[in-house]
């Protein structure tokens, strides 16, 4: 598929415009993807963080919404933050709330004039969420915005290969893979 490209990487290694995080909505920092991007960023990342919870977040960012900061010392320009569902208390939201995950953080990525994003599995680690159930969602949810926008490059970046293969078996029910 055009513009859509699959790997195994650590996201904050990615040489592109925005990478995404696993967030929680505390937007305060927290394990697997949420911890290696505060780490590889510094502290400019959580300082934002901060502004951006005593400004327009009081309450922290709700599920399934977006929003940026810098990148802090990583190669990217952006952290674009979003809060994935857990899956064992999304109930019947958590295809809808997984899905603008991935519409909100391409939206806030063309607001900010990206051309290229990284994504990981969103809410697929700590969260729980099927991988396999997943990955369709957030292919679904990524061909649909790019049906209306297709100047950004979208990575999926994976930590291993079986979660790779995982999602390529999945979206393949979905298409014949190009
Ligand atoms: N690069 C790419 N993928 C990674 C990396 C990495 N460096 N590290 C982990 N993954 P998770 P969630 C994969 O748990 O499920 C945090 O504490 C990982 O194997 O990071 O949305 C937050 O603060 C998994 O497949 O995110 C929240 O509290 C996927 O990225 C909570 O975890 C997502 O795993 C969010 O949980």
């Given at each position: 598929?055009?513009?859509?490209?699959?790997?195994?990487?650590?996201?904050?290694?990615?040489?592109?415009?925005?990478?995404?995080?696993?967030?929680?909505?505390?937007?305060?920092?927290?394990?697997?993807?949420?911890?290696?991007?505060?780490?590889?960023?510094?502290?400019?990342?959580?300082?934002?963080?901060?502004?951006?919870?005593?400004?327009l977040y009081p309450d922290g960012l709700p599920t399934g919404e977006a929003v940026a900061t810098t990148a802090g010392e990583?190669?990217?320009?952006?952290?674009?933050?979003?809060?994935?569902?857990?899956?064992?208390?999304?109930?019947?939201?958590?295809?809808?709330?997984?899905?603008?995950?991935?519409?909100?953080?391409?939206?806030?990525?063309?607001?900010?004039?990206?051309?290229?994003?990284?994504?990981?599995?969103?809410?697929?680690?700590?969260?729980?969420?099927?991988?396999?159930?997943?990955?369709?969602?957030?292919?679904?949810?990524?061909?649909?915005?790019?049906?209306?926008?297709?100047?950004?490059?979208?990575?999926?970046?994976?930590?291993?290969?079986?979660?790779?293969?995982?999602?390529?078996?999945?979206?393949?029910?979905?298409?014949?893979?190009?």
């Open positions: 598929m055009k513009n859509i490209n699959l790997k195994v990487a650590d996201i904050t290694q990615e040489d592109v415009c925005a990478v995404v995080n696993a967030a929680n909505s505390s937007l305060l920092g927290g394990g697997g993807v949420d911890g290696a991007i505060h780490r590889a960023g510094g502290e400019q990342i959580l300082s934002e963080c901060k502004e951006l919870r005593a400004s990583m190669r990217a320009k952006y952290v674009i933050h979003t809060v994935g569902p857990v899956y064992s208390s999304c109930k019947n939201r958590c295809e809808e709330l997984l899905a603008n995950c991935y519409i909100n953080s391409l939206k806030t990525a063309s607001e900010l004039k990206c051309h290229s994003i990284s994504f990981p599995a969103i809410s697929t680690g700590i969260y729980g969420y099927p991988k396999d159930e997943a990955a369709k969602i957030a292919y679904n949810a990524v061909k649909y915005f790019l049906d209306s926008d297709n100047t950004i490059e979208v990575n999926f970046v994976f930590s291993s290969q079986e979660s790779y293969n995982v999602f390529v078996d999945a979206i393949k029910e979905l298409e014949t893979w190009e």
